[in-house]
């Protein structure tokens, strides 16, 4: 839909992982010189981990699409719950093999001579293991073994596992898997991008599907993207999809902040995204037990739906009323410390009664349980702050539409 309103010849922001999109982003860059490295040497395991949707599929889908066919025979396989008897027949399936029967032995003879003859013919095999998080003990024990396959002193076989955290986890601590950690010559775990790759990630994959400076996106949409996907890929092109949706819907050439927030409002609500918590604020007996005293949200009445300026002016006032009152509880403690300590230094520090050093210390107290408080109380009001300025935007934002 969007794609006809904006001019694009593809989709640019789909879920389904295509080696066309390959963005080289720092981590991956990294992950394709591993890559590189133990190809090289032709034997043994690869492990590749990352978060969900991390990158990782698009990333081997890039390396499929690079390798010489005519020197390296490559086949993948997606992993559920196998053993090891399932696992064998799986990889002879994906090679392209049909082994009469589903005895076990009658599949692993047929690998071995697969293997054997396509490194007769100049060619190396490499088997891409992906969900690698997936497979029990005794698949992973399998893999191990396929691995073994040589001709004279020359490995036939080298495996390119790929996993989510919790394997990496289990093969760097699973007593079970010292040998396969052994035959391990390049890991590494694909971390989520950097904030200042998130323009050019939207950006490379827009012009590949032909975008020509339409839609354009608020600066601070980037930013905000960033901290609603913590750089995950595939969550910002869910959110960039209904982004674009959103605009085509509303027939909106320039995307900005106050649509991404409907669309981050929208799947959450949905349950497709789950986004990090805002900060909570104090309940009105921690806020008295603090000192403060909160600022009641104000609730818009039939006058104030037409005025969101003067709404917004109201709630800003109770914001600063709050805050002027803990200033000057503040200074009123530093003040009290002040003058206890002057009176303490002209009878001499080392005279003063106790009951006079008690005081100040009681005091000294009170000032800094009310300074460690100030670090919560201002994240409060950035939050509420936040909260009216955004809906001043997006109030404004459709009343412009309308």
């Known amino acids: ?33 591993y890559l590189g490295y133990g190809l090289a040497q032709g034997e043994g395991f ?16 890039h390396l499929m699409a690079t390798i010489d066919r005519n020197r390296l025979t490559a086949a993948q396989i997606v992993t559920s719950r196998l053993d090891s008897g399932e696992l064998v027949h799986v990889v002879a399936q994906a090679f392209g093999l049909s082994v ?28 891409v293991v992906d969900e690698s998080q997936n497979l029990a003990l005794g698949a992973l024990e399998e893999l191990r073994m396929l691995s073994n396959f040589q001709l004279g002193s020359h490995p036939l076989l ?43 990630y939207i950006m490379h994959r827009l012009r590949l599907v032909g ?17 609603a996907t913590a750089g995950v890929p595939r969550r910002i092109n869910q959110i960039v999809n209904r982004l674009l949706i959103l605009g085509a819907v509303e027939q909106r050439q320039h995307l900005d902040g106050v649509m991404l927030a409907q669309v981050l409002a929208e799947l959450t609500a949905d349950g497709g995204l789950q986004i990090a918590p805002a900060p909570s604020q104090p309940t009105p007996a921690t806020a008295a037990a603090q000192g403060l ?18 709404f917004a002016a109201e709630g800003l006032t109770q914001l600063q009323a709050a805050l002027a009152q803990r200033d000057g509880q503040i200074a009123e403690l530093q003040q009290a410390v002040i003058e206890l300590a002057n ?45 009216l300025i955004e809906w001043i935007e997006r109030d404004e934002a459709q009343r412009v539409a309308a």
């Open 158 to 200: 080298q495996i390119l596992l790929l996993g989510q955290p919790e394997f990496r986890e289990s093969l760097q601590g699973h007593p079970g898997l010292e040998q396969l950690r052994q035959r391990v010559i390049a890991a590494h775990h694909l971390d989520a991008m950097e904030p200042g790759e998130m323009e050019p």
């Open 211 to 227: 975008w020509n400076g339409n839609p354009t996106f608020d600066a601070r949409v980037f930013d905000e993207l960033y901290t």
């Open 100 to 127: 009469p029967g589903q005895d076990k032995a009658s599949a692993l003879g047929a690998i071995e001579k697969f293997l054997h003859d396509e490194a007769r013919a100049g060619r190396r095999c490499l088997l």
């Open 1 to 33: 839909m969007f794609d006809n309103f904006y001019g694009f010849t593809g989709r640019p922001f789909q879920l389904t992982p295509d080696p066309a999109f390959y963005f080289e982003s720092l981590t991956h860059r990294k992950a394709l010189s």
């Open 343 to 387: 009176q303490g230094d002209t009878s001499g520090l080392e005279g003063a009664d106790a009951a006079h050093k008690a005081a100040i210390e009681v005091m000294q107290e009170r000032l800094a349980k009310l300074e460690s408080r100030l670090i919560e109380q201002d994240r409060t009001i950035r939050h509420t702050l936040t909260m």
């Open 46 to 61: 690869i492990v590749i981990t990352g978060e969900v949707g991390a990158g990782k599929s698009t990333l081997v889908a």
């Open 293 to 310: 005293t909160l600022p009641t949200t104000p609730q818009p009445n039939a006058a104030q739906a037409t005025a969101p300026a003067q």
